[in-house]
């Protein structure tokens, strides 16, 4: 507290107020950044490094993946077309297009491995949300809107920085220019229990523009991505077919249907469409229920437990196992956990599960709440009509991986190591995909149908095979109106 206390005079006495206002520091700032007034559009893009230690092999060693960014902009005709390649562990690549044209905002997937030859129709309610959330990576546009936003008040200054302040009900947001080029450096957003900081750094001239080289978002002093600059181009007048929709794909629009299970085996229970392409598998065990993954938040997990409690009333759902740490998979298991349910999961993945859990809910440790059945290779669950094995896999997607086997059944439940999109579109296996398909082989694992928690909820051992056996096409993914 004291030393708090000694903090804030401390940060006081730094400050000191300046002759400026704000208006004035945003005025010079913006002009500062050239004749962005006579942009009509631009192409912008950068190599970029992303650190999400939820989403790596490694939880205690996330490793930065190097993904791309590539943005068309029409001021003009108010159309958009933004292009991100993300890398994973295991081979993933999600190859997103989001395009923004006639008011209305679409998603497709360039390669077809994740949502298939879907062309997703989000609307036009989203439109100017993701085009200004897109023209916030730029500081000539962040001003021009704060600019309108602000109260003329006067200007701090510390140290070489020039420092506008502005209060919203959510918190308060910090914007920092350089005392001599004026030029915007830093914003740092508070927003409840988050800081988020923005950084743009050595600018430099472009065709009579100041851009940014680097730039990075970072949350609570950990990186989420830094960028840099690989591509400014502006007043090109871009072909028309920048902003085409894609050939040979099929529009298709959001839809939130209302959640079920069906039974797909005796006793065996699939839930699809879990916030849009997800799939849940519960398996009755006669006096107790055995549920797979609590995915995406406690909202969605709680959707699931509705579901179950509907389907198998008074039935308690005593085990819930998770595949793998990513937070995709279990970031609702705080409310599996509240009912009562032991967590299984490979023993290589319980430090990030537990991390989860102070997360989401830190009191169901001091409760004494949280029961783990954590094993190394395989454990087993059977009473006398069900058979459930739950097998570690040794794979280059996460660490402590592991699937769900019942022999019976002649069935696989899994997590990310083999996702197909729902519309069957297959593209050739990646590397945690094939390294399945040799663990299966090698371990003599015979079964017949395999669910997935992504995308296609049943596949067939044929379809596996195939994709298994496919060759990339060549030139690989490439775009046709790419250039
Ligand atoms: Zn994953």
């Known amino acids: 507290m004291e030393r708090k206390f000694l903090f804030i005079i401390g940060w006081c006495l730094s400050f000191t107020i300046s002759a400026q206002t704000t208006t004035n520091v945003l005025q010079k700032s913006i002009s500062a950044l050239g004749n962005w007034e006579t942009v009509n559009d631009f192409e912008y893009a950068t190599n970029r490094i992303n650190i999400d230690k939820w989403q790596g092999y490694d939880f205690d060693h996330a490793l930065p993946e190097k993904d791309s960014f590539h943005l068309f902009v029409d001021l003009k005709d108010s159309r958009f077309l933004h292009h991100t390649q993300n890398h994973y562990p295991g081979g993933y690549v999600f ?40 023209l916030n990576n730029f500081p000539y546009f962040i001003l021009k809107q704060l600019l309108q936003e602000i109260k003329n008040e006067s200007v701090l200054t510390e140290g070489k920085d020039l420092i506008v302040l502005k209060k919203n009900p959510n918190g308060t947001e910090e914007y920092r220019f350089d005392t001599i080029t004026f030029l915007l450096k830093k914003i740092t ?5 988050d800081t988020i900081v923005q950084r743009f750094e050595d600018y430099t001239p472009t065709d009579g523009l100041m851009i940014a080289k680097k730039s990075s978002l970072e949350r609570n002093g950990n990186i989420i991505y830094s960028d840099s600059l690989s591509l400014f181009k502006y007043n090109q007048n871009f072909a028309s077919l920048v902003f085409d929709f894609p050939p040979g794909y099929k529009s298709t629009s959001e839809s939130t249907p209302v959640l079920s299970a069906k039974m797909i085996a005796k006793d065996v229970y699939l839930i699809e469409n879990v916030d849009g392409d997800r799939n849940i598998m519960f398996i009755n065990m006669g006096n107790y229920i055995v549920l797979t993954e609590a995915p995406i938040s406690s909202a969605t997990t709680k959707s699931i437990l509705d579901v179950i409690h509907t389907t198998l009333p008074d039935i308690p759902i005593k085990y819930v196992h998770l595949s793998h740490f990513h937070n995709d998979h279990i970031a609702g298991i705080a409310e599996v956990v509240k009912e009562g349910a032991t967590i299984i999961c490979a023993e290589n993945m319980k430090q990030p599960v537990i991390s989860m859990l102070q997360n989401s809910d830190s009191s169901l440790y001091k409760n004494g709440k949280v029961n783990f059945e954590v094993f190394n290779n395989k454990k087993v669950l059977e009473n006398d009509h069900k058979k459930l094995e739950f097998i570690e896999i040794p794979n280059s997607h996460a660490k402590g991986m592991s699937f769900l086997y019942l022999p019976q059944e002649k069935m696989i439940y899994q997590g990310d190591l083999l996702s197909l999109p729902a519309d069957s579109y297959t593209t050739p296996a990646i590397a945690v995909t094939k390294e399945f398909s040799d663990f299966l082989r090698q371990k003599k694992i015979t079964f017949t149908k395999i669910i997935g928690h992504h995308g296609l909820p049943v596949i067939s051992k044929e379809t596996f095979n195939e994709i298994v056996k496919m060759k990339k096409k060549d030139p690989l993914f490439k775009n046709t109106f790419e250039h």
Request: proline share 0%; aromatic share 12%.
């Open 95 to 134: 190859d997103t297009y989001r395009l923004g044209r006639d008011s209305t905002y679409y998603v497709y997937d360039g390669i077809g491995s994740r949502t298939g030859k879907d062309l997703l129709n989000l609307g036009s309610s989203s439109f100017d949300k993701r085009k200004n959330s897109l």
């Open 189 to 193: 957003r508070i927003q409840g229990q």
